[in-house]
Every structure is written in structure tokens, then in C-alpha cells.
């Protein structure tokens, strides 16, 4: 099965997992658990806003850094400009934090609610280049119908 086939599902599979939930930390357990599993990334979680930071939230993969600043690295900045990061290399990213020396390419796509960023999916990869246009058209659905269930 390719991407695009691998995305589809996802986006039918998280639609049915979470609807009418109402349990915020199970819907993103759950979100973040489907994505890693059917697409086999290196890390797969979710940073949350608290106050002036980012903190970590339900994920999937090794352990992984604990708080991240407004503005720092590729989670922070995603949050500060408000779009979806790809970063094909973390080694050219200035000010990339690196949670593990394993992670070679990364995707920061924020999570909105009420117009506001509530969070960020955050995804590694063990390999340079792994994610591009697709992955970000996809995820940024997949972060859309999360949303929509959070209550």
C-alpha cells in the first residue's frame, strides 16, 4: 500500500475512532497510537500549550523531551508561525532540539481550536527526507478531525 493509500485509511480508520469520545487524552493517545502504527514513524506525539510552553503530551516511540519553548526548534516554531513544518533534514534546521540523535527528518503540523493553537503533532523520522506535501496534506486533515472531537 502506498502513502496516499496508507493517509486514506487513517483519515476513514481516526474519523470512526473518535467520534462522539469524550476523552481528551484517549483521543490523542489513540490518534497518535493509529498514525505510528499504520505509518511506521520513528515518533509520534503530541506537544499541548501550557502557559509559554509546549508540553508532552500522549505519544508513541522513545522517550522524548519534556518541554519546549515558544519558538524553539521545529515544534516551537511551528507554533509561533502558526503552519505546518516540514523539515526534510533536522541537521539544517537551525535550533533544531534534539530529543534523540536517531531522528534525521521531522513534520510539526498545529493543532487549532476555536482559531487558537491548542498543541502540535510532532513526527520523526529515522531518515532524511521522509516527509513532504503529501504527508502535510494529510496530517493537517488528520489534525482537523481531531479537533472537531476534542471537546
Known amino acids: 500500500m502506498g502513502k496516499i493509500e496508507k493517509y486514506e485509511t487513517i483519515i476513514t480508520e481516526l474519523g470512526a475512532l473518535i467520534k462522539d469520545v469524550d476523552n481528551n487524552t484517549g483521543v490523542l493517545a489513540n ?3 493509529l498514525i505510528h502504527e499504520r505509518m511506521g ?5 503530541f506537544y499541548l500549550v501550557k ?4 508540553q508532552l503530551g500522549p505519544f508513541q ?6 518541554q519546549i519553548g515558544y519558538g524553539k526548534g521545529v515544534c516551537g516554531a511551528a507554533w509561533q508561525q502558526e503552519k505546518t513544518l516540514v523539515v526534510k533534514d533536522v541537521e539544517e534546521f ?10 534525521k527528518s521531522e513534520i ?3 493543532v487549532f481550536k476555536h482559531d487558537r493553537i491548542i498543541g502540535v503533532l510532532d ?8 516527509f513532504d506535501e503529501v504527508d502535510a496534506h ?5 489534525m482537523k478531525i481531531l479537533s472537531d472531537s476534542l471537546r
Open 94 to 103: 537551525p535550533g533544531h532540539i534534539a530529543c534523540s540523535s536517531l531522528s
Open 41 to 45: 514513524f520513528f515518533w509520534t506525539g
Open 138 to 142: 494529510y496530517l493537517e486533515r488528520a
Open 31 to 33: 490518534t497518535a497510537a
Open 108 to 110: 510539526v503540523v498545529p
Open 123 to 130: 513526527i520523526d523520522s529515522k531518515e532524511i527526507g521522509t
Open 61 to 66: 516511540g522513545p522517550v522524548a523531551c519534556f
Open 51 to 54: 502557559d509559554k510552553t509546549l
